[in-house]
């Protein structure tokens, strides 16, 4: 046994998933915590403080967007959202509530487990420093608003992409919506999202090697974007 040993809360009132995830998350040496309802849930995350909450969205007394909402009043904790909803509103609105990643059901057992323990790795790490933004060949100065490309020469930014850039670091590599990022740069009411899709086109001219097959950029579709970084292990 090691020291890291980390707690995983299970929220889920399926009884089979429930033994499924129980059994997935041991065999990766988790202790696991299984909750059946939305108000159990919450309290054993205030009981057990786990280090990465699964929330199923359709559980018997409450909404799993409330639980997420709930949690996050008081918690940073890695929250992943496990759901047979696929409904582009509900991503959206998971995500909006602070989901750290959404796992559509029937899910791949494994793949579950390396996308907790990516959250949990992330939020360890925590968020980046205003420091050294490495994307691909460009490194960019988020403190100074300064890039330059790996072969010498400046990469200009206007300010609003440099705003984008650092509203999207600062998340680390989770998704952010499109209502997170255009309130964070141009503030309320200021932009749609498809200023936001050109300011996006123009980032990715300046800084992937393929604009139309970004590595550094992602589009979440219908949700928002995610940023690839390079070195973020510094
Ligand atoms: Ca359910």
């Keep these: 046994m090691t020291d890291a040993m980390h707690a995983v809360l299970i929220v889920e009132d399926d009884q089979a998933i429930q033994k499924i995830l129980t059994l997935l998350f041991e065999a990766a040496g988790f202790r696991v915590i299984v909750a059946e309802t939305a108000a159990r849930g919450e309290l054993d995350a205030r009981l057990y403080k786990p280090d990465v909450i699964v929330v199923d969205l359709g559980l018997p007394d409450r909404d799993g967007i409330m639980v997420i909402a709930a949690i996050r009043a008081w918690s940073a904790v890695p929250i992943i959202v496990l759901t047979a909803r696929t409904a582009e509103s509900q991503r959206l609105s998971a995500f909006d509530q602070g ?43 988020l403190g100074k608003r300064i890039a330059h490309h790996r072969d010498g020469h400046e990469v200009h930014f206007t300010p609003i992409e440099h705003r984008i850039l650092e509203t999207l670091a600062r998340y680390g590599d989770r998704i952010v919506t499109h209502a997170v990022i255009i309130k964070e740069v141009w503030g309320p009411n200021r932009a749609d999202a498809r200023s936001l899709r050109v300011y996006i086109a123009s980032l990715r001219r300046k800084l992937e090697s393929d604009p139309c097959r970004p590595q550094h950029i992602l589009t979440e579709l219908g949700v928002g974007y995610r940023l690839v970084m390079d070195g973020n292990r510094q």
């Design 99 to 141: 989901a750290d990643d959404y796992v559509v059901k029937p899910f791949n057992g494994p793949e579950l487990v390396a996308r907790a323990r990516a959250t949990l790795r992330r939020h360890v790490r925590g968020s980046l420093p205003m420091g050294i933004l490495n994307l691909g060949d460009v490194s960019i100065d």
